[in-house]
């Protein structure tokens, strides 16, 4: 017999996730996104990726002052989300100095890991959109049509060097159907053109538990029905289409599917998760339809994020025999 | 009739495969016994022996006059050598009359048939039987049988659930009694719905247990007023609360009783213990329990004599393994650890559970990164994880706010939590503070 019995209290089973363990799930989710990224954009998308996740690793190692530079993955996810944000042919400083804001303004100066209010990568993207705007945002010449190993270049304005993101402009949209949103080969930020990818990827982490419904259809559901309701139709002359267009183009899936449902800057709440979805899709439509911006994910989560907190606290569930008084 | 499945909930691996199909075998006689004086919730009792007296099985050795309480009887035949305070599985010292064996195993002379049927009794009798009896709430909790059968008159009580979810992982004791002794199960549950005059009796047993399902069905189709619902598996579904919600769709109001919406709740094995004391007239003195885990060298069930030192019952399940190191009374979700061996059974002592040096983890506790899996399994549907902060920091308005008091302690939010938090530990603690501050 063992002379010295471990004591703790109850319960005394656990199941094996951890932190690190969902961290692997978010970066297997997120592979397919990256890969289509690669396929569409060509090879220099890869060596963005690895620039984006190296530098918050490293960034975070440093803070951390440790060697480790694995540590819990989560510093790699932020990396690799943000990376996946950029346009595809940015300089490679722009993956390091955006990783290395993400980890360090976003995530440490809160607190580290779990204590941070805003989504890092999106933090880190919106410094570089506030301070290396014409780079980030479409129009520019790190906007390339589909490159390398594109599956088909009948892209609208593929004679071109250069092309504008689909929400651009109206007339380049219109000239983009609805498969080729679908696959992704079209014009944009490195993750966020291939809804097939990103639905792959977000099965994945429905399966393993790590989000539910509520975020992500709150916030598709949303832009849906805003982009039928306020789209002008003008895509393919129907509403409908128009809806379809709203929530396939841009950032909206990548966005509602793996930036938005990042468990530590969204409500813990079921209620507030699909209020804190329904939020993001409203602020996306608003940016979109009436903002400066030509798209408003990055800052529609960002001010969700913002309000998580009052979300939750106004949500609270009601629980087991709760009596009216 | 099918149960709905309650919001929450885990699914903690079973391993009740080890022990579900073997018989609940007696252990052997103790030598020496160890009866704690509380073993119930609700007043202690007095001893009513003396050191030096001998005592016989069955004789009552403790008992008081308080009504939340159960007399205490000897559980083998011999000599009182010492009553003093005792190590006790709750980590306190209780006082406790010991006794050790003359070897006859003598049966009192108090316990004897009472001469006539359960359908000549008034309910009165029975409730007075079952009180005398000292028969408690076996599935872990020990709250005395007779007081939950004796609701305050405004109560108006429609149904009585049996409880045979054994919901706990590893444990088959309350299986292995609704197997082998379905006919007496049945006889206790009809007794008390003699003495509450209810005519609905359910019996809840969980769908991992379809040969329980079974025998109690044949058992229960010979009555007309009993039914056996099956449940969904789903950890804590023995929980008062989940199991009357799944079987009667009924929500014990928040701070409440089950009496509060007609329904009194007692477990299988307190059922048969019921009809074994109305029968034959002997009072809790063994029961059955499972001894499991994989640090345990023979894994059983057996019947043990109450106040059996739970180191002897190891050893006659040939001890523990080298890889052994944590033992556990109750099951895995909501047993209790243990610090050392020299503790008695008891009448609520469920299993002996032996975990080994794998099965434990040391991890270290992280920031809560907000994933939310405590609040999704939460079968009260509170929040654990603002709750384990407040508890964390001692933060009782907080933690008040946020209901930590409706908190069952089941456990799942720990479970599931990938931070390594130790969310039900720190609820408890803030609880137990919120509680002394109520009473000041």
């Given at each position: 017999?063992?002379?010295?019995?471990?004591?703790?209290?109850?319960?005394?089973?656990?199941?094996?996730?951890?932190?690190?363990?969902?961290?692997?799930?978010?970066?297997?989710?997120?592979?397919?996104?990256?890969?289509?990224?690669?396929?569409?954009?060509?090879?220099?998308?890869?060596?963005?990726?690895?620039?984006?996740?190296?530098?918050?690793?490293?960034?975070?190692?440093?803070?951390?002052?440790?060697?480790?530079?694995?540590?819990?993955?989560?510093?790699?996810?932020?990396?690799?989300?943000?990376?996946?944000?950029?346009?595809?042919?940015?300089?490679?400083?722009?993956?390091?100095?955006?990783?290395?804001?993400?980890?360090?303004?976003?995530?440490?100066?809160?607190?580290?890991?779990?204590?941070?209010?805003?989504?890092?990568?999106?933090?880190?993207?919106?410094?570089?959109?506030?301070?290396?705007?014409?780079?980030?945002?479409?129009?520019?010449?790190?906007?390339?049509?589909?490159?390398?190993?594109?599956?088909?270049?009948?892209?609208?304005?593929?004679?071109?060097?250069?092309?504008?993101?689909?929400?651009?402009?109206?007339?380049?949209?219109?000239?983009?159907?609805?498969?080729?949103?679908?696959?992704?080969?079209?014009?944009?930020?490195?993750?966020?053109?291939?809804?097939?990818?990103?639905?792959?990827?977000?099965?994945?982490?429905?399966?393993?538990?790590?989000?539910?419904?509520?975020?992500?259809?709150?916030?598709?559901?949303?832009?849906?029905?805003?982009?039928?309701?306020?789209?002008?139709?003008?895509?393919?002359?129907?509403?409908?289409?128009?809806?379809?267009?709203?929530?396939?183009?841009?950032?909206?899936?990548?966005?509602?599917?793996?930036?938005?449902?990042?468990?530590?800057?969204?409500?813990?709440?079921?209620?507030?998760?699909?209020?804190?979805?329904?939020?993001?899709?409203?602020?996306?439509?608003?940016?979109?339809?009436?903002?400066?911006?030509?798209?408003?994910?990055?800052?529609?989560?960002?001010?969700?994020?913002?309000?998580?907190?009052?979300?939750?606290?106004?949500?609270?569930?009601?629980?087991?025999?709760?009596?009216?008084? | 009739?099918?149960?709905?499945?309650?919001?929450?909930?885990?699914?903690?691996?079973?391993?009740?495969?080890?022990?579900?199909?073997?018989?609940?075998?007696?252990?052997?006689?103790?030598?020496?016994?160890?009866?704690?004086?509380?073993?119930?919730?609700?007043?202690?009792?007095?001893?009513?022996?003396?050191?030096?007296?001998?005592?016989?099985?069955?004789?009552?050795?403790?008992?008081?006059?308080?009504?939340?309480?159960?007399?205490?009887?000897?559980?083998?035949?011999?000599?009182?050598?010492?009553?003093?305070?005792?190590?006790?599985?709750?980590?306190?010292?209780?006082?406790?009359?010991?006794?050790?064996?003359?070897?006859?195993?003598?049966?009192?002379?108090?316990?004897?048939?009472?001469?006539?049927?359960?359908?000549?009794?008034?309910?009165?009798?029975?409730?007075?039987?079952?009180?005398?009896?000292?028969?408690?709430?076996?599935?872990?909790?020990?709250?005395?049988?007779?007081?939950?059968?004796?609701?305050?008159?405004?109560?108006?009580?429609?149904?009585?659930?049996?409880?045979?979810?054994?919901?706990?992982?590893?444990?088959?004791?309350?299986?292995?009694?609704?197997?082998?002794?379905?006919?007496?199960?049945?006889?206790?549950?009809?007794?008390?719905?003699?003495?509450?005059?209810?005519?609905?009796?359910?019996?809840?047993?969980?769908?991992?247990?379809?040969?329980?399902?079974?025998?109690?069905?044949?058992?229960?189709?010979?009555?007309?007023?009993?039914?056996?619902?099956?449940?969904?598996?789903?950890?804590?579904?023995?929980?008062?609360?989940?199991?009357?919600?799944?079987?009667?769709?009924?929500?014990?109001?928040?701070?409440?009783?089950?009496?509060?919406?007609?329904?009194?709740?007692?477990?299988?094995?307190?059922?048969?213990?019921?009809?074994?004391?109305?029968?034959?007239?002997?009072?809790?003195?063994?029961?059955?329990?499972?001894?499991?885990?994989?640090?345990?060298?023979?894994?059983?069930?057996?019947?043990?004599?109450?106040?059996?030192?739970?180191?002897?019952?190891?050893?006659?399940?040939?001890?523990?393994?080298?890889?052994?190191?944590?033992?556990?009374?109750?099951?895995?979700?909501?047993?209790?650890?243990?610090?050392?061996?020299?503790?008695?059974?008891?009448?609520?002592?469920?299993?002996?559970?032996?975990?080994?040096?794998?099965?434990?983890?040391?991890?270290?506790i992280?920031s809560c990164?907000?994933?939310?899996?405590?609040?999704?399994?939460?079968?009260?549907?509170?929040?654990p994880s603002f709750l384990g902060r407040a508890g964390e920091k001692g933060q009782v308005?907080v933690a008040?706010?946020?209901?930590a008091?409706?908190?069952?302690?089941?456990?799942?939010?720990?479970?599931?939590?990938?931070a390594?938090r130790p969310l039900t530990q720190w609820i408890k603690i803030i609880?137990?503070e919120?509680?002394?501050?109520?009473?000041?």
């Amino acid at each position: 017999m063992n002379s010295k019995l471990v004591v703790s209290s109850s319960p005394h089973l656990r199941t094996p996730e951890t932190i690190t363990s969902i961290m692997i799930d978010v970066i297997i989710a997120l592979f397919p996104v990256a890969l289509a990224s690669v396929l569409i954009f060509g090879y220099y998308a890869l060596v963005t990726i690895v620039v984006g996740v190296l530098a918050a690793m490293v960034t975070e190692a440093v803070l951390k002052m440790k060697t480790d530079i694995m540590s819990d993955g989560s510093a790699a996810v932020t990396g690799l989300l943000l990376a996946l944000t950029l346009p595809p042919n940015a300089p490679l400083w722009i993956p390091a100095v955006g990783s290395a804001c993400a980890i360090l303004i976003a995530k440490h100066f809160f607190g580290g890991v779990g204590n941070n209010i805003f989504n890092p990568a999106l933090v880190g993207r919106a410094i570089l959109v506030m301070s290396w705007g014409t780079l980030m945002v479409g129009g520019s010449d790190f906007w390339p049509v589909p490159g390398v190993l594109n599956f088909s270049r009948n892209v609208a304005g593929a004679d071109v060097e250069t092309a504008a993101t689909p929400l651009e402009a109206e007339i380049v949209a219109m000239g983009t159907g609805w498969q080729e949103l679908l696959v992704g080969n079209v014009t944009g930020s490195l993750g966020e053109t291939s809804a097939i990818a990103i639905l792959i990827g977000a099965f994945w982490l429905f399966y393993k538990g790590h989000i539910d419904w509520r975020i992500p259809g709150g916030y598709i559901g949303t832009v849906f029905i805003l982009g039928m309701l306020l789209g002008d139709g003008f895509y393919m002359d129907s509403v409908l289409m128009t809806g379809v267009f709203h929530v396939l183009a841009g950032g909206v899936m990548l966005g509602a599917f793996f930036m938005a449902t990042d468990m530590v800057t969204s409500p813990v709440t079921p209620l507030g998760r699909l209020l804190f979805g329904v939020g993001c899709g409203v602020i996306t439509m608003i940016i979109r339809l009436y903002g400066a911006y030509p798209e408003g994910v990055t800052f529609a989560i960002l001010l969700m994020n913002a309000v998580t907190p009052i979300i939750d606290r106004y949500t609270v569930p009601k629980k087991f025999g709760e009596v009216k008084s | 009739m099918k149960a709905k499945a309650f919001k929450g909930g885990v699914h903690p691996e079973g391993h009740k495969e080890v022990t579900q199909r073997l018989s609940i075998v007696g252990s052997k006689l103790p030598e020496r016994v160890v009866i704690p004086m509380q073993q119930h919730i609700g007043a202690p009792c007095e001893p009513l022996v003396e050191v030096g007296d001998e005592v016989k099985v069955g004789q009552k050795i403790g008992d008081t006059e308080a009504f939340v309480s159960a007399p205490i009887h000897a559980s083998i035949s011999g000599k009182v050598t010492a009553i003093e305070p005792y190590n006790h599985p709750t980590g306190a010292k209780v006082k406790s009359v010991i006794i050790e064996a003359d070897g006859n195993d003598e049966w009192s002379q108090e316990v004897k048939p009472p001469g006539k049927s359960v359908e000549e009794m008034e309910p009165k009798e029975i409730l007075n039987i079952i009180r005398e009896a000292g028969i408690v709430g076996m599935g872990g909790a020990a709250f005395p049988a007779h007081v939950k059968l004796s609701p305050p008159p405004e109560k108006m009580i429609d149904t009585l659930i049996l409880n045979g979810a054994e919901c706990e992982p590893h444990l088959t004791a309350d299986h292995r009694t609704m197997i082998e002794d379905p006919e007496g199960v049945v006889f206790g549950l009809k007794a008390m719905m003699k003495v509450l005059g209810v005519e609905n009796g359910i019996i809840g047993i969980e769908e991992n247990k379809p040969d329980a399902i079974k025998t109690m069905q044949e058992m229960a189709e010979k009555e007309s007023n009993i039914i056996v619902v099956p449940l969904p598996t789903m950890y804590p579904q023995g929980a008062e609360k989940m199991l009357i919600e799944a079987i009667n769709g009924r929500q014990v109001p928040s701070g409440g009783l089950p009496m509060d919406v007609g329904v009194v709740n007692q477990n299988v094995g307190t059922s048969r213990a019921i009809a074994q004391a109305i029968r034959e007239g002997k009072p809790l003195i063994e029961r059955p329990l499972t001894v499991t885990g994989a640090g345990i060298n023979t894994p059983a069930n057996l019947m043990v004599r109450v106040g059996t030192i739970v180191e002897e019952i190891i050893e006659q399940c040939n001890g523990m393994r080298d890889d052994a190191c944590k033992v556990i009374i109750g099951g895995p979700m909501m047993g209790m650890a243990q610090p050392e061996l020299d503790i008695p059974a008891l009448k609520g002592t469920s299993g002996i559970l032996v975990l080994t040096e794998s099965e434990i983890s040391y991890s270290e506790i992280n920031s809560c990164i907000r994933c939310a899996k405590c609040v999704d399994v939460c079968p009260i549907n509170l929040i654990p994880s603002f709750l384990g902060r407040a508890g964390e920091k001692g933060q009782v308005e907080v933690a008040e706010e946020y209901h930590a008091l409706d908190c069952i302690e089941c456990g799942c939010c720990t479970y599931v939590c990938p931070a390594s938090r130790p969310l039900t530990q720190w609820i408890k603690i803030i609880k137990a503070e919120i509680m002394a501050q109520k009473k000041q």
